[in-house]
């Protein structure tokens, strides 16, 4: 995964499907995003998308500015009352502008890191954090397991993407080493819940993820259709979690 920021037509894929993304894609705990937002006024969300994370900062009374690079994606933000300028993280002109907070909620993986990291510090008002957020997803019935089975097509959307459970330590142990060779204090925090899911309603949020919604038309229906067949007509639940890598200067 460590050059999906390359990949700019996956990148810029989520405008096609921008209502259902807004509408699907789960939020983040709200333990987690009360103890992000503790003493912060102003955030700039990073790759913010439809406003998902903009919106549960708003909720806490920080002051927050998307970044987003697909139109389509920041029309939604703004239309939820988010302000949004459109432009990869690498393009951005902060114009000078510092916040308390900056935050990557589901969207480091789609930024140059080498580019990412050395520039955040000048983000960062005096004791700003970076945070970067992922939403993970483990289907328990049926078994995340059977649905691999079921396609080779199907994205494990337990991590979103980023590989096996060994992958995913690895990946956040050498972000945690690159920010702390950068000069931040680096913490983690892992927030979970369980819920459970309609059928229909959680084959339309596996269709908001990249790997799955760029696929030809054949293979998104063939995939849909070995998916329902493995869920049967029951529903779906899924343990699911907010990870934080959270960076201090």
Not at 62 to 88: C, Q
Request: with cysteine; glycine share 8%; proline share 4%.
């Amino acid at each position: 995964m460590a050059e999906l920021h390359e990949d700019r037509r996956r990148a810029l894929s989520f405008g096609a499907i921008a209502e259902d993304y807004d509408r699907l894609r789960p939020r983040y705990a709200d333990v987690t995003v009360d103890a992000i937002t503790t003493g912060a006024g102003t955030a700039v969300d990073v790759g913010a998308g439809t406003g998902i994370l903009a919106r549960q900062l708003r909720e806490r009374g920080v002051e927050v500015l998307a970044v987003e690079p697909d139109a389509a994606m920041a029309e939604v933000a703004r239309a939820s009352g988010v302000p949004a300028e459109v432009a990869t993280f690498e393009d951005w002109d902060a114009q000078g502008r510092t916040f308390d907070l900056v935050t990557f909620g589901q969207s480091w993986h789609w930024v140059d890191a080498e580019t990412a990291i050395p520039r955040l510090a000048d983000l960062l008002a005096p004791g700003g954090r970076v945070v970067l957020l992922w939403n993970k997803l483990r289907p328990c019935r049926p078994s995340n397991d059977a649905l691999r089975a079921a396609s080779e097509d199907y994205v494990n959307v337990e991590a979103a993407g980023a590989g096996t459970a060994h992958d995913q330590l690895f990946a956040m142990a050498q972000l945690r080493r690159r920010f702390e060779e950068a000069g931040f204090v680096v913490t983690e925090r892992e927030d979970g819940w369980v819920e459970t899911q309609p059928k229909e309603r959680w084959l339309d949020l596996v269709f908001t993820y990249s790997g799955h919604s760029t696929l030809p038309d054949d293979r998104r229906v063939a995939l849909r259709a070995a998916l329902a067949e493995v869920i049967g007509d029951g529903d779906v639940e899924l343990s699911a979690g907010t990870t934080a890598l959270i960076a201090t200067r």
